[in-house]
C-alpha cells in the first residue's frame, strides 16, 4: 500500500505554458551531442579526437579520477566538432550522424537472469555499457560509488518542477521494460523505494502498486533529497543512491538488448513554445531541433532541465546527459515603464506586493531579474519556502564568512538543490548557486582524504 509523506513548505510555480500529454515524435536529427561540462563532480579525459568515426555506444570519454565511469556516444557517425570553454574545459562533443548508424554489442540478459545476477554483474553490466553515471548518491548528488554501501535506492518519478516529462507519458506500455529496470536495481543488494509527488499523479494502474511513497505538498515534492531528509533517522542514512524514473528505462534497455539506448522522452514548454508537448527524440539531440522556435516571434531563452534547477543555453548546443526538458520563456531586455506604480497582475512573485499572488491561472514568465542584487535584507522569504529547514540566509552568510562548520551545522549537506531560495529572494542573490559551489568544493576536499 502506498504510504503518503506531507511537506508543508516547498512552492507551487503558478505558470503558463503546460505541455499536452500526449506524445509527438521527432525525427532524428543530422548531429547529436554530449555535454561533459554539464555532468558534476567529474573530470573527463577524451579518447576520441575530431574525425574519429564512431558507432552508437563507442566509448567518448572517462572520468580521470574514477575510469570506470564511463560515458557512450549516442550516435553512430564522425566526431565534427569537440567544443572548449573556459580554461580548455570540455564543454561539448558533437557527432555528425551517419544515414547508417552501428551500434556497439554490450553483453545482453534476460529477465531470467537479471533476477539470479549478482551485485558485481549488474554493476559491470553497467560501467562497460555507459550508464552507471545515471546512478547519483547523496547527499553531494554525485555519481554513485559502487564500493560504497548506500541505506537505499530511491527512484525519483518526479519533482514536481515545471516542465518534465509526465510518468504516465513515459510508463506508458512500459510495464515489462520497467519491471526489468527495477529487478536490476533490487540486485545491488539494496531496498529499492519509488516516490512520486502526489500532485504528478495519474500514474499507469499498473504502476501504482511499485510506488511505496506518494509526497503531498509543492516543489520540491518527490525530489530523493527531500524524501531522504524527511525519513532518515540518523546521519548514516545520509549515504543514499537515487535514479531518475525514465533512466530506469534505459538500464533496462541496455541490459535486456544489449544495445545502448538512443531514444527518450522530452518535454518542450513554456510561454515562448509554440506547441508546448512531450516528445520521443533522440539522446543528445540540439535544442534547436526540439525546441522548433521561429526566430520571427521574438527573443527567447531556453531553459535546459528545469525552470528552477536548468541553465540557459543556446540553439547551437545539444541536451546534457541528465536532462529531458526545455522551458522556453521571452527574453526581456527593455526596463519596464513606471513598473514600481503597476498592481503586477500578471507579473509573477512570492510576496504579496503585486496582486498575481491571488491570481489562480497560469502567469506569464520572462528572463528579467526585475531588479539587481543588493545586500540581504532579512524578509525569511527563503526560509519560508526551504523544504528541508536549512535557513538558507544564515547557512549562505556562513560562507561568506567561511565558516563551513557553522553552515555545515545549518544543515549544508540537506540541500536538496532546488532553487526555490534564489527565485523568492527579493535581493536577488542567488543562493542556491553559492551553495552548490561550497558543496562541490567539500566533495573534492573529501575525495582527496
Known amino acids: ?9 516547498g512552492f507551487r510555480l503558478n505558470m503558463s505554458g503546460k505541455p499536452a500529454p500526449e506524445i509527438d515524435p521527432l525525427k532524428d536529427p543530422q548531429t547529436l551531442g554530449i555535454l561533459p561540462d554539464r555532468i558534476s563532480h567529474i573530470t573527463p579525459r577524451l579518447l576520441v579526437k575530431e574525425g574519429d568515426m564512431v558507432n552508437i555506444g563507442s566509448l567518448l570519454f572517462v572520468d580521470k579520477q574514477n575510469p570506470d565511469f564511463k560515458f557512450r556516444s549516442p550516435g553512430g557517425g564522425r566526431i565534427e566538432e569537440i567544443r572548449f570553454g573556459r580554461r580548455r574545459r570540455i564543454r561539448e562533443i558533437v557527432i555528425r550522424r551517419d544515414h547508417q548508424e552501428r551500434f556497439e554489442r554490450f553483453e545482453r540478459l534476460d529477465a531470467g537472469q537479471i ?36 541505506k537505499g535506492i530511491l527512484v525519483s518519478l518526479g519533482s514536481g518542477e515545471p516542465f518534465h516529462p509526465d510518468p504516465s507519458a513515459y510508463l506508458r506500455d512500459q ?10 536495481l533490487k540486485r545491488l543488494s539494496v531496498p529499492v523505494d519509488i516516490i512520486v509527488p502526489k500532485e504528478v499523479f495519474p500514474v499507469p494502474d499498473w504502476a501504482i502498486p511499485y510506488c511505496r511513497y506518494a509526497v503531498e505538498g509543492g516543489y520540491p515534492a518527490g525530489d530523493p533529497g527531500l524524501f531522504l531528509y524527511h525519513m532518515k533517522q540518523s546521519a548514516e542514512e545520509n549515504l543514499m543512491w537515487y535514479v531518475a524514473g525514465q533512466d530506469v528505462l534505459l538500464i533496462a534497455e541496455l541490459l535486456s ?41 521574438g527573443p527567447v531563452r531556453i531553459i535546459t532541465g528545469g525552470i528552477f534547477t536548468g541553465y540557459s543555453d543556446t540553439e547551437q548546443h545539444h541536451v546534457g546527459y541528465y536532462e529531458s526538458g526545455l522551458t522556453m520563456v521571452f527574453e526581456r531586455k527593455e526596463p519596464e515603464f513606471l513598473s514600481l506604480f ?34 540581504c535584507i532579512g524578509c525569511g522569504y527563503c526560509a519560508e519556502v526551504c523544504p528541508v529547514r536549512i535557513l538558507p540566509q544564515f547557512t549562505f552568510k556562513a560562507i561568506l564568512a567561511k565558516e563551513i562548520d557553522e553552515a555545515l551545522a545549518h544543515g549544508l549537506l540537506d540541500c536538496t538543490e532546488c532553487g526555490l531560495c534564489s527565485y523568492v529572494c527579493p535581493s536577488k542573490i542567488d543562493l542556491t548557486e553559492m551553495m552548490k559551489q561550497t558543496r562541490a568544493g567539500l566533495f573534492k576536499e573529501l575525495e582527496r582524504r
Not at 270 to 290: K, Q, W, Y
Open 1 to 9: 500500500m502506498m504510504q503518503t509523506l506531507r511537506h508543508i513548505k
Open 115 to 150: 533476477k539470479t545476477a549478482s551485485r558485481e554483474k549488474i554493476v559491470s553490466l553497467l560501467q562497460e555499457g555507459g550508464l552507471w553515471p545515471l546512478i547519483r548518491e547523496l547527499p553531494f548528488r554525485n555519481i554513485a560509488r559502487p564500493g560504497s554501501n548506500p
Open 175 to 184: 510495464e515489462d521494460l520497467f519491471n526489468v529496470g527495477i529487478e536490476s
Open 257 to 297: 538488448t544489449g544495445c545502448y539506448p538512443i531514444r527518450k522522452i522530452m518535454v518542450v514548454a513554456g510561454d515562448a513554445a509554440g506547441n508546448p508537448r512531450h516528445l520521443v527524440t533522440r539522446i543528445g539531440s540540439p535544442l534547436a531541433h526540439i525546441a522548433g522556435h521561429d526566430p520571427g516571434e
Open 342 to 375: 503597476k498592481p503586477g497582475l500578471d507579473k509573477p512573485t512570492y510576496s504579496r506586493a503585486f496582486l498575481s499572488r491571488i491570481k489562480t491561472g497560469g502567469l506569464r514568465f520572462d528572463s528579467d531579474y526585475h531588479g539587481e542584487e543588493r545586500a
